[in-house]
């Protein structure tokens, strides 16, 4: 890819994340998509400045050859439009040739959940595998999850002063910097306030050892799953490989459950036991309530079932 192109991408993003407030996570998908696309431009002699629709719309049957998803391709599309639209009102180009292009749309696939069997299961395995701090943390981080609902991204990232004083709710801060309140259950705060105790513990006797030796303690950890990545946290991949082995430890198939997997048991289970989609919809920080709707397919089934199961004339023979 050369220069110019790259600095389309670095100024589009940049502006992404000043202007829009776009999520990091957003952007480096944004990023990706963009850097595909002007590889695939630049192996053909081609560049930013100089696409044609036609171009981008043979980008994107390459891509459906490819087999990605269409979900995939619809956010490329979005990224390229996206890209243009900014090279247009920083007059770098003249028009926008992804403007009218239609993308492929989102596969309509229903979000995979388990049972309260099985999350208790996975709650069960958090109190059993690994040593005792692991045994600590690894519960309040299921719990926590499987009580709020929050992207995995929103737990991993929880700032250790949102949960001090044993709160009834902690704020969270979303996508795009959107923030809520999210309700916390009894079994979710016993288990924060262990790990808490642990966690304090942990630091205070590492400060008393620095002070022993005579050199300066490292600074409290600011976030309440603190990791050694760059970002001071548990990361996103240590906790997605910690689930599957939970879900290994708790007989349950790992191909079947990731974090987001007890975010939609969240929402499913709430949903069948009467809650309303609005009030989901504030739980979980969707945006539109549309998004939410997909959760209904859990009522679809419990009617269905209590028809096949109570009607007289559903009844075989």
């Not at 940049?14 to 590889?39: M, P």
């Not at 701090?133 to 999850?145: K, V």
């Not at 987001?260 to 499913?268: E, Q």
Request: hydrophobic fraction near 40%; aromatic fraction near 6%; glycine fraction near 8%.
């Amino acid at each position: 890819m050369d220069a110019p192109m790259q600095r389309w991408i670095s100024a589009f993003l940049e502006a992404e994340a000043a202007e829009k407030d776009a999520a990091r996570n957003t952007r480096l998908a944004y990023g990706r998509d963009l850097l595909d696309f002007a590889d695939w431009l630049g192996a053909r002699g081609r560049d930013f400045r100089g696409a044609t629709r036609d171009e981008v719309t043979a980008y994107l049957v390459e891509c459906d050859a490819r087999g990605l998803s269409k979900s995939t391709r619809a956010r490329r599309l979005s990224a390229i439009r996206q890209l243009f639209r900014f090279a247009h009102e920083e007059g770098w180009r003249a028009d926008n040739p992804a403007l009218k292009l239609s993308g492929p749309g989102r596969d309509k696939r229903l979000p995979g959940t388990l049972t309260v069997e099985e999350v208790q299961r996975l709650l069960d395995a958090a109190r059993r595998m690994g040593g005792p701090e692991e045994r600590i943390r690894n519960t309040c981080l299921m719990e926590l999850l499987y009580a709020t609902g929050l992207r995995v991204s929103e737990l991993v990232g929880l700032p250790v002063a949102a949960v001090r004083g044993d709160p009834r709710m902690i704020l969270v801060t979303g996508k795009g910097g959107k923030e809520r309140m999210v309700p916390l259950s009894t079994p979710a705060r016993g288990a924060l306030a262990e790990w808490l105790g642990l966690r304090d513990a942990t630091e205070a006797e590492r400060t008393a050892r620095a002070a022993s030796k005579g050199v300066k303690a490292p600074p409290p950890a600011r976030h309440l799953f603190p990791g050694r990545g760059a970002e001071g946290h548990l990361t996103r991949q240590h906790f997605f490989l910690l689930v599957k082995q939970l879900a290994a430890h708790a007989g349950i198939d790992p191909a079947k459950v990731t974090p987001h997997t007890l975010r939609h048991a969240f929402a499913t289970h709430l949903l069948a036991n009467g809650a309303d989609l609005r009030v989901i919809q504030t739980l979980l920080g969707h945006a539109d309530i549309s998004t939410t709707e997909i959760y209904t397919h859990v009522l679809d089934e419990r009617l269905r079932a209590l028809v096949l199961e109570h009607h007289p004339l559903a009844r075989d023979g």
